[in-house]
């Protein structure tokens, strides 16, 4: 399996700018996270989807985030109007659940956003 | 509230032993994991501790009391390649994670 896929890997923008950002979750994985890491604020979990379902999106920062899965293989956060402040890095992870155990989140490789 | 303790940085020469610590206050708890990530990487996932013990993978190994609200990551024999952030974080349920601030592993020869 190629792991979770996100796109692009790096985005500069400018301020105001809608910005997207593209998740392909592992194959057969049920639970899709999107996380923002900063210096200031780590890693912080803002959405997550269990079978392409919302299931708790208290840490969006604000109206101007919203995140999607259509269907089991893709999920896309939009940020519209970007600004400085959301510079980070958005990774995207998923997971499989079994029952009785644990499921490790797996890491796509992130996408390093630069608001200008 | 929630939330985790780590120290910010530790510093181990090659061959040694380190143990990183993490606390945590939470209402809700599931278990302790253990991730891993390089700089400029994603984060890998290390160990998990469902119950209390230890678990022993390889060279690392991981550590909970329940009854504490703490928990460790000891890695054994260091290598250079073990410098990194590792990042404790408990499972509230449903599958979420609260991660912490992350320790930076410095390795030195």
């Known amino acids: 399996d190629a792991g979770v896929i996100q796109s692009p890997r790096h985005e500069v923008t400018e301020m105001g700018q809608e910005v997207t950002l593209r998740c392909k979750p592992i194959s057969g994985h049920d639970y899709l996270f999107w996380y923002r890491q900063t210096m200031m604020r780590g890693l912080e979990l803002l959405i997550y989807?269990?079978?392409?379902?919302?299931?708790?999106d208290s840490g969006m920062p604000e109206d101007r985030f919203s995140a999607k899965m259509p269907n089991a293989s893709f999920s896309t956060l939009k940020i519209q109007p970007s600004e400085p402040r959301d510079s980070a890095v958005y990774f995207c992870?998923?997971?499989?659940?079994?029952?009785?155990?644990?499921?490790?989140?797996?890491f796509g490789p992130g996408t390093r956003l630069t608001v200008l | 509230g929630q939330s985790l303790e780590q120290p910010s940085e530790v510093t181990a020469v090659e061959g040694a032993i380190v143990q990183i610590n993490c606390t945590y206050q939470?209402?809700?708890?599931?278990?302790l994991s253990w991730y891993q990530q390089h700089d400029g990487g994603a984060p890998t996932f290390l160990s998990y501790?469902?119950?209390?013990g230890l678990e022993e993978t390889g060279r690392f190994s991981s550590f909970l009391s329940r009854s504490d609200s703490y928990g460790y990551l000891l890695l054994q024999e260091l290598q250079m390649k073990d410098s990194a952030s590792y990042f404790c974080a408990y499972n509230t349920g449903f599958q979420k994670l609260v991660f912490g601030t992350g320790t930076r592993l410095l390795v030195s020869p």
């Open positions: 989807f269990n079978n392409n379902v919302p299931i708790d």
């Open positions: 501790n469902g119950l209390d």
């Open positions: 992870a998923s997971s499989n659940l079994a029952p009785g155990s644990y499921n490790e989140q797996f």
């Open positions: 939470t209402s809700g708890f599931y278990g």
